[in-house]
């Protein structure tokens, strides 16, 4: 069900046929001649449906400020998701108005009004796996990577668990120079997901550190690791070992 302006202008419920996939309906708001509420999907197909029941205000905001976001229109999409809030929303629903919040703010470039947002979906739907995801990447992008960690840690004690949050925190526990744990992660993720994008340089990207260590552990020298390691135009393994050894 999706909910979209009926002819005077009250939201209401829209069914759409079977054969329109998911990931492609996007309902116009416009009203057919026959009284239909007319929906397209991402390929161009036209569908009309009747309108059905009335659906609460906040969900008819909601779903109006994503339908505006989608097309670009933040600053209405930004009214939308007020005026949902300003509708007395559930906790489930406060959730997703408030994420659609932060998308908007960072999309106006607004990244700290986003972040807070985004830590307020996580406080209404704790399982919000997209929300923590969406937090951390503000963190760590100020490079307050503590932060971000905690912040996923959390996320994945409180049940926020997907291959993408797995993903994340694997790159944050590198950035933190802790590669065993990253590896951990990447195990993890393996199992959930091993088709993830850039998985496999990720999981390189954590064995070359962890040898890394297990060589200086060994008693092997600092400076030829360096020299052998710069030879093959690694930065980022060069900058691990110069801060684990201080070359």
Known sequence: LFS?????GGPKDVVYPAE?????????????????????????EIYAEEALAPVPPFDYYRMQGDGLA????YSEAESAYNKALASSPPVAA?????????FVALKKNKPEEALQDFLAATNAAPEFAEAYLAASIILTKREDFQAGLKLLQGGLTAGADSPRLR?????????????????????????????VEGLDDLALEAHNRIVILDRLQQGADPQQLFWSILDTGDGGLVGFLTRKAKV
């Open 4 to 8: 979209v302006a009926a002819g005077n």
């Open 94 to 102: 406060l959730a997703k108005i408030k994420y659609g919040l932060g």
């Open 20 to 44: 329109c996939p998911a990931e492609n309906k996007i309902v116009t708001g416009a009203v057919t001649a026959e009284g239909k509420v007319a929906a397209y999907s991402g390929k161009g």
């Open 70 to 73: 989608r097309e670009g229109k």
């Open 167 to 195: 993903d994340r925190l694997a790159r944050v526990l590198l950035d933190l120079d802790r590669p065993r744990e990253a590896q951990e992660q990447i195990n993890v993720l393996e199992g959930l997901n091993p088709k």
